[in-house]
């Protein structure tokens, strides 16, 4: 279901790449947003009762969807966005995969849960868990992966029994479309909605839904949380990073090189977890700058294609290329050097990809959210003020550390102030949907992903309690009074419990 009434303001959307118009979208009131939140309202109940097998029917049928639709996919996240074809498909391969692990668990995380009595006056009674979803969660996306964020987090709330509203940034609004044009065509129920729109319309939304999740700016996430707070709506909330490399002196070099160079330019650095300052021991540090500039310098960017000749593409928005454009002129005034790249293209949002050294904490491209193509590397004396370094921040999404000590690298990981560490990789913690995605600090409130607490993220908690034993009639408690009547009883239990309440209190 969209929810396409015309309204008298649009937004046109732009190929950032080539600066072509690629199409309108409305820009949706609070009216058309409480109207699609109402509908999805009346529809959810029966979305529910289908369970989550019967759920995940139609999250399969919606995967085979995807897979039939990919080319025209990916010609879709391609024209908006300004990507290359491989990092366009990476959205759809993930979101499927996304929908294979949810589905293929869903059952098992939701299914209601036994809990066994703690002590005596527990033991009449039986006990259970239940997961019952929140009626319409309210997915807000960025527009770095217009098709992946809206999706992944979709495919839970409804797998949860959840119906979802989406808003996607109206930046790249139409893969988030294409996506309720697939759930309309599988003739799934109308449990799914987009709207389209600016700011506005986002608020709309925070206000009409029972749970929101939020990816994007720590300034937004801020405004969002606050007014679930009034409203007293859960909210989920993924923010902005400022992610640390720890390279140590004992790692393989070459692929250290490798591997922060895909961690800082992959989709042109605009990714929350993005590797955006990285630490190098002393010994290494002259050797590793040598392997990553020429890695950096061979690298092709340009307008995204059907193939793969094109490896880092253009930036979303002109203004996002010019927030790099000032933290690396600022580095630079402050005393970096600029190793290569340090230009943005005149045609197109294009910025270099771009190494600098001389760089110190004193500087915005070391301290603030660059979402560019940039690597700032800085000299470090040893692990332990690497360490301290990448703690000083005001982010904590995510790190990776790079050696050839295991034990050493899961000791450095265990000191770093971030939700996720990512050994000798990166962006690996997003691929393996069993493990929580969410960030520390100002980087987030929440995760996504992380086993069955992806789905029950989106779900309430009940507890149901049922008699286990015959109860008298005359009873007012919820224990047989009749049994509590008997002394001797009485007298088992006043010991039993006092003597756990002792043995809690002085430990």
């Known amino acids: 279901m969209t929810t396409g009434e015309s309204t008298e303001q649009r937004i046109e959307v732009r190929n950032p790449a080539s600066g072509q118009v690629v199409g309108e979208v409305d820009v949706q009131t609070s009216d058309h947003v409480s109207a699609a939140v109402r509908t999805l309202r009346q529809r959810q109940p029966s979305w529910e009762r289908l369970g989550p097998r019967g759920r995940a029917t139609w999250l399969r049928r919606l995967r085979d969807w995807l897979l039939d639709n990919e080319s025209d996919l990916l010609d879709r996240i391609q024209s908006e966005t300004g990507k290359p074809r491989q990092e366009a498909l990476l959205e759809v391969t993930l979101a499927c995969d996304a929908i294979n692990y949810f589905s293929d668990h869903a059952a098992e995380f939701l299914a209601d849960e036994r809990i066994r009595p703690h002590g005596l006056l527990t033991i009449p009674k039986s006990r259970l868990r239940v997961y019952r979803p929140h009626p319409v969660v309210g997915v807000i996306s960025p527009w770095n992966f217009p098709l992946l964020i809206p999706a992944v987090d979709a495919i839970p709330a409804l797998l949860a029994g959840a119906a979802v509203v989406v808003k996607p940034s109206e930046v790249t609004p139409f893969s988030a479309l294409e996506l309720a044009r697939g759930w309309r065509e599988i003739g799934a129920p109308a449990v799914f909605a987009v709207v389209t729109g600016d700011g506005a319309t986002g608020a709309a939304v925070v206000d009409a839904v029972d749970m929101v999740q939020f990816t994007g700016s720590t300034a937004t996430g801020r405004k969002i949380a606050a007014r679930a707070g009034e409203r007293l709506i859960p909210c989920s909330v993924e923010l902005g990073g400022k992610d640390p490399a720890i390279v140590l002196a004992d790692a393989d070099l070459e692929r250290a090189a490798n591997g922060i160079v895909w961690g800082a330019l992959a989709n042109s650095g605009q990714i929350c977890i993005s590797v955006e300052r990285v630490y190098v021991e002393a010994p290494v540090y002259q050797r590793f700058l040598e392997l990553l500039t020429e890695r950096v310098r061979a690298v092709r960017q340009g307008a995204g294609t059907p193939g793969a000749e094109i490896e880092v593409g253009a930036m979303a928005t002109a203004a996002q290329t010019e927030i790099v454009r000032a933290h690396v002129d600022a580095a630079v005034a402050a005393g970096a050097t600029v190793v290569c790249g340090g230009t943005a293209a005149p045609d197109g949002a294009f910025f270099e990809p771009t190494v600098l050294t001389g760089v110190d904490h004193s500087m915005v491209c070391m301290r603030e959210e660059t979402f560019g193509p940039t690597i700032p590397v800085m000299r470090v004396a040893d692990e332990r003020e690497a360490v301290r370094l990448a703690n000083d921040s005001e982010y904590g999404l995510s790190a990776t550390v790079w050696t050839g000590d295991r034990a050493r690298g899961l000791r450095v990981a265990r000191q770093l102030e971030v939700g996720a560490v990512n050994i000798n990789d990166a962006y690996t913690n997003l691929f393996a949907f069993g493990l929580p995605h969410g960030g520390w600090k100002t980087s987030g ?63």
């Open 445 to 507: 409130l929440g995760t996504r992903l992380g086993g069955a607490q992806g789905i029950r993220k989106y779900c309430r908690q009940q507890a149901i309690t049922a008699p286990r034993i015959p109860a008298l009639r005359s009873e007012i408690t919820w224990y047989p009074y009749s049994i509590l009547r008997s002394r001797a009883v009485s007298a088992v239990l006043h010991l039993v419990v006092g003597r756990d309440l002792r043995r809690r209190l002085h430990g």
